[in-house]
């Protein structure tokens, strides 16, 4: 079977401050500040030309550009950034900036800013080089003659005075972004339950992952009602949850404090409660959140994060047919939850309770889980944001300025005990969800932490942003990966990991 991994080789990041590289450019992208006086063009390569293009045209505000084909040194594209701007509309104009660039496919490309303070010069060049390394990510196809065109790219050039970023960390985030979006775009016949299984152990023994897979048997054994009562309308007995292990070499710890849980629904039919068709077109994408967290191991691995990581990713069909599961079904779940089922369309929640609750028996200090899992969330918040909920106040709110610092943006939802009172039952501990649906997204959160033991601190990303026509921020595509950007972030910048280590209950 053919692999269903992603190919291709990253450029190369640089850095260069000679100006003799300029002539072995095919393109230069500079960022300046809007409104930029005429004395900061005479850092520019071509600068008096493209002032005085500038000044012809009309551009210079904020988020405009303009593109000159000198031919010395190369093509110019010059880009105008707000100084008063947000990291999330720095990454919007890398996009505008990186196709324009690569229009002409060019295998070399130097990135520079120019009179910027060298705090916005780094942010800057990091928002451009992450919009140039989504933008030649390839894309599944499957056209008949359909040759892809690849990128040429093989170096990016940062020719900067500043403190350039971290181009490991960015070649990291690139691929961990890439690989979420590429899984997401798989076509549901090719990237099935047995398909993402193999996928899972290809990339666990190309990256050295420790992995094991808890098939419908294994899951019995644990008691693992929840997600086996979604898996049972599968046609095909291929449905688990996969354990995998990342344990960096010289990490003296052997447990993992830190463990990220996915949604891994490969197609969702909505099951007895059947959706309808637009609701179901694109369904294949219900396994975002798997791949979003699997991305983001992918990322924490090329950086050489220091903590052992386990990964928990919940992975089935939700179909229709005689054995599926039904409304007003009761069911068990690991912890010994009894839950209610009011509609077979909420089967996000179900596979996570049981996973939660594995990953929760392994004791770590964090649980991070990712899912695609409210229309509820998407009608709050667009799909420009996702929402996140947690056990702990700061632990969301560490999430949300990490949303606002890495430009993919997150909103905080309450999570007060009253909600609880809309999903009370009469016949089991409690209702898989509202009959009346009122803040589902909030009436979600609830129902999983019931599954996440309270000295374990917990964060839900409930991902609104993971799909977006158009795309968002620096992707392009509709699959935008969000996610991995922003636990990086939590992680890397924020200390989330150390924070979440407070262990007095909420």
């Not at 990091?126 to 690849?150: H, N, Q, W, Y």
């Not at 290809?202 to 050295?208: I, M, N, P, T, V």
């Not at 291929?238 to 993992?256: L, M, Q, T, V, W």
């Not at 209610?340 to 990953?359: C, N, Q, S, Y």
Request: charged share 25%; glycine share 10%; proline share 6%.
């Amino acid at each position: 079977m053919p692999s269903l991994l992603p190919e291709g080789t990253l450029p190369r990041i640089v850095r260069r401050r000679d100006p003799k590289v300029l002539p072995q450019l095919d393109h230069l992208v500079a960022i300046l500040p809007a409104g930029a006086p005429k004395s900061a063009w005479s850092g520019v390569p071509g600068g008096a030309a493209l002032g005085a293009a500038a000044r012809r045209r009309g551009v210079g505000k904020a988020d405009t550009l303009l593109t000159l084909h000198l031919e010395t040194p190369c093509p110019v594209t010059v880009g105008f950034a707000d100084r008063e701007g947000s990291p999330f509309r720095w990454l919007a104009l890398g996009r505008k900036l990186a196709a324009e660039a690569l229009a002409g496919r060019p295998g070399r490309l130097g990135i520079m800013t120019c009179g910027a303070p060298e705090a916005d010069a780094r942010q800057w060049l990091d928002a451009t080089v992450s919009a140039v390394l989504a933008a030649i990510a390839p894309m599944p196809k499957f056209k008949s003659g359909d040759a892809a065109r690849e990128s040429r790219l093989t170096t990016i050039t940062l020719l900067d005075e500043a403190v350039v970023p971290d181009a490991n960390r960015l070649l990291a985030a690139a691929e961990g972004n890439h690989l979420a979006r590429w899984l997401a775009a798989l076509p549901p016949n090719r990237l099935d339950a047995r398909g993402y299984r193999g996928v899972l152990e290809e990339l666990a023994a190309r990256e050295g992952w420790g992995m094991e897979f808890l098939d419908e048997t294994a899951l019995e054994e644990r008691g693992a009602g929840a997600f086996l009562a979604v898996a049972r309308g599968n046609p095909h007995r291929d449905a688990g949850i996969a354990h995998i292990r990342y344990r960096p070499e010289h990490s003296r710890a052997a447990k993992a404090k830190l463990a990220f849980v996915g949604k891994g629904i490969c197609f969702d039919t909505g099951g007895t409660n059947l959706k309808p068709f637009r609701s179901m077109l694109d369904m294949h994408e219900d396994m975002l959140g798997s791949a979003v967290a699997l991305g983001t191991l992918v990322a924490l691995t090329r950086v050489g994060y220091p903590e052992p990581v386990d990964c928990w990713l919940a992975i089935t069909e939700n179909h229709i047919g005689s054995n599926a599961y039904k409304s007003r079904d009761i069911v068990t779940a690991a912890n010994g939850t009894t839950i209610e089922v009011i509609h077979t369309d909420a089967e996000g929640r179900m596979v996570l309770a049981d996973t939660l609750a594995l990953a929760g028996r392994e004791q770590p200090e964090l649980i991070v889980d990712f899912a695609t899992l409210t229309g509820a969330c998407v009608a709050a918040l667009t799909d420009r944001y996702s929402g996140v909920f947690s056990n702990r106040d700061e632990v969301a709110q560490l999430a949300v300025a990490a949303g606002r610092t890495s430009g993919e943006r997150v909103w905080a939802f309450p999570m007060d005990a009253d909600f609880d009172e809309a999903l009370e039952s009469s016949n089991a501990d409690v209702q898989q969800c509202s009959v009346d649906n009122d803040g589902d997204h909030i009436l979600a959160a609830r129902f999983l932490q019931r599954f996440v033991p309270s000295d374990i601190a917990w964060l839900h990303i409930d991902l609104a942003a993971g799909h977006r026509k158009g795309g968002l921020a620096h992707v392009a595509t509709p699959q935008t990966g969000f996610g991995v950007r922003l636990t990086l972030a939590m992680l890397l910048d924020h200390g989330l990991a150390s924070r979440a280590r407070d262990r007095q209950r909420p």
